[in-house]
């Protein structure tokens, strides 16, 4: 199975299902046979820098089983690539955690996004489980952790924003990311052209560029939103918490790294910074700006998974 080996599939192999997604790089779909797996496929292929994808399948292949595991918890990671003639069309994931969607009124289901942390809650989203203080801010830990995971394994998400992370307060407070075929690892280019979502974007980045900093720069926007629960705040404006989701010291400290956040590209704390200050710890370092971190993979030695044939999915 590719999904377990990262091998190519050929597209002709892959009997495709339902269209349940729609955006500005491609479609997604079920896959007969396969539950829990979807196709993206890209709307413009010749444009996909298929090595870039082959890396970031690498990524997932070269942890161990447990730690493979948590990985798919909390990211739709690419399985594998999907080709065509030669041509990478696409790539398998995951499908989201069912603790990650909700029921509307009508009945349907739906992925439960960062939006619904940003706003009050509505009418229409009786079926989204609204947190309490304590685990708002826990939503807010688990997504500072996973970003810093993927730095430390040196990778730049990119696309962060409120339709690109999944949450969750049940069984446990936890989130997920979408689209992580836009990150990246430092050092290599990306599988198609950056992308940044309105509101969402590193205004002091250099033009086209999507780096750690930026990345840092975004985490820094997520974790003031979802604890202020405001859509629009942005570091160096007004930063108001939530009644009772940080305590006096974490507050300050929130604080703190949210106004160095809006410093010079290049200076944005980062996610182990976050991490302690969220943790209310007495002390927090507000370190110089530090280089990209190097892919934790030997690149020299790195090997993708190639095309070793149909791969064909029993239906």
């Not at 377990?4 to 002709?12: A, I, K, P």
């Not at 706003?119 to 009786?126: E, L, V």
């Not at 507000?286 to 190097?294: D, I, K, S």
């Not at 934790?296 to 064909?312: A, M, Y």
């Given at each position: 199975?590719s999904?377990?080996?990262?091998?190519?599939?050929?597209?002709?192999s892959?009997?495709?299902?339902?269209?349940?997604?729609?955006?500005?790089?491609?479609e997604?779909?079920?896959?007969?046979?396969?539950?829990?797996?979807?196709?993206?496929?890209?709307r413009?292929?010749?444009r996909?820098?298929?090595?870039?994808?082959?890396?970031l399948?690498?990524?997932?292949?070269?942890?161990?089983?447990?730690?493979r595991?948590g990985?798919?918890?909390?990211?739709?990671?690419?399985?594998?690539?999907?080709?065509?003639?030669?041509r990478?069309t696409?790539?398998?994931?995951?499908?989201?955690?069912?603790?990650?969607?909700?029921?509307?009124?009508?009945?349907?289901s739906?992925?439960?996004?960062?939006?619904?942390?940003l706003?009050?809650?509505?009418?229409?989203?009786?079926g989204?489980?609204?947190p309490?203080?304590?685990?708002?801010?826990a939503v807010?830990?688990?997504?500072?952790?996973?970003?810093?995971?993927l730095?430390?394994?040196?990778?730049?998400?990119g696309?962060?924003?409120?339709?690109?992370?999944?949450?969750?307060?049940?069984?446990?407070?936890?989130?997920?990311?979408?689209?992580?075929?836009?990150?990246?690892l430092t050092?290599?280019?990306?599988?198609?052209?950056q992308?940044?979502t309105?509101d969402?974007?590193?205004?002091?980045?250099?033009?086209?560029?999507?780096?750690?900093?930026?990345?840092?720069?975004?985490?820094?926007l997520?974790?003031g939103?979802?604890?202020?629960?405001?859509a629009?705040t942005?570091?160096?404006?007004?930063?108001?918490?939530?009644?009772?989701?940080?305590?006096?010291?974490?507050?300050?400290?929130?604080?703190?790294?949210?106004?160095k956040?809006?410093?010079?590209?290049?200076t944005?704390?980062?996610?182990g910074?976050?991490?302690?200050?969220?943790?209310?710890r007495?002390?927090?370092k507000?370190?110089?700006?530090?280089?990209?971190?190097?892919p934790?993979?030997?690149?020299?030695?790195?090997?993708?998974?190639?095309?070793?044939?149909?791969?064909?999915l029993?239906?």
């Open positions: 199975m999904e377990v080996d990262g091998t190519d599939v050929e597209l002709s892959l009997p495709l299902l339902d269209k349940i997604g729609d955006g500005g790089q491609g997604v779909h079920t896959v007969s046979g396969r539950p829990g797996v979807l196709y993206k496929s890209y413009e292929p010749h996909v820098d298929g090595e870039a994808l082959a890396g399948v690498s990524v997932r292949l070269r942890l161990g089983v447990a730690e595991a990985w798919d918890e909390s990211a739709a990671w690419p399985l594998s690539r999907v080709v065509n003639g030669g990478v696409g790539f398998l994931m995951h499908d989201a955690p069912a603790s990650m969607r909700w029921t509307t009124c009508a009945g349907s739906k992925l439960t996004e960062l939006a619904f942390l706003r009050p809650a509505k009418p229409a989203w009786q989204v489980l609204q309490t203080p304590g685990e708002r801010l807010v830990v688990a997504l500072a952790e996973l970003l810093d995971r730095h430390r394994t040196g990778l730049v998400f696309d962060l924003s409120q339709a690109n992370v999944l949450w969750t307060v049940r069984p446990a407070p936890a989130v997920h990311l979408l689209d992580c075929d836009g990150a990246r050092g290599s280019g990306p599988v198609l052209a992308a940044d309105p969402w974007n590193d205004p002091l980045a250099p033009p086209g560029l999507v780096s750690v900093d930026s990345d840092r720069y975004k985490a820094a997520a974790i939103r979802i604890l202020a629960q405001d629009y942005a570091p160096g404006g007004p930063f108001v918490p939530l009644p009772g989701v940080l305590d006096e010291r974490r507050e300050n400290a929130v604080r703190a790294l949210y106004g956040a809006a410093g010079p590209y290049g944005r704390p980062d996610l910074q976050w991490r302690v200050a969220l943790a209310g007495e002390q927090i507000l370190a110089a700006a530090q280089p990209e971190p190097r934790v993979l030997d690149q020299s030695k790195f090997e993708g998974p190639r095309n070793r044939g149909s791969i064909r029993r239906g």
